[in-house]
Nanobody
Framework: QVQLVESGGGSVQAGGSLRLSCAAS????????MGWFRQAPGKEREGVAA???????PYADSVRGRFTISKDIGKNTLYLQMNSLKPEDTAMYYCAATLARVCVGSLSPRDYNYWGQGTQVTVSS
């Protein structure tokens, strides 16, 4: 089974930056589709960013221009660079994955089968 482990969360002040990492293991398929999601207390889990096979990267409107998703294939690691953080970015951040021939860059949690334990991001004003 696919295993995902997030790291890099923490507490920062508004305007600061963090880089989240998600190490993936336990798979042999050539295409592991991955994305970042977040969930704040009392709110639905929402997609933040996802990888698309042909280069297009979907971002949530609330983070576009501030967050950047990337993947290091050699290290089997997914990253989320978060800049200009706002208090409303405070949430538990999860990386998710699914095995597929083509990654469609879905921001829907329902399209992913594997989830990490999450890493907390807290942004103070």
């Amino acid at each position: 089974q696919v295993q995902l482990v997030e790291s890099g969360g923490g507490s920062v002040q508004a305007g600061g930056s963090l880089r989240l990492s998600c190490a993936a293991s336990g798979y042999t398929a050539s295409n592991l589709c991955m994305g970042w999601f977040r969930q704040a207390p009392g709110k639905e889990r929402e997609g933040v960013a996802a990888m698309y096979t042909y280069g297009f990267t979907p971002y949530a409107d609330s983070v576009r221009g501030r967050f950047t998703i990337s993947k290091d294939i050699g290290k089997n690691t997914l990253y989320l660079q978060m800049n200009s953080l706002k208090p409303e970015d405070t949430a538990m951040y999860y990386c998710a994955a699914t095995l597929a021939r083509v990654c469609v860059g879905s921001l829907s949690p329902r399209d992913y089968n594997y989830w990490g334990q999450g890493t907390q991001v807290t942004v103070s004003s």
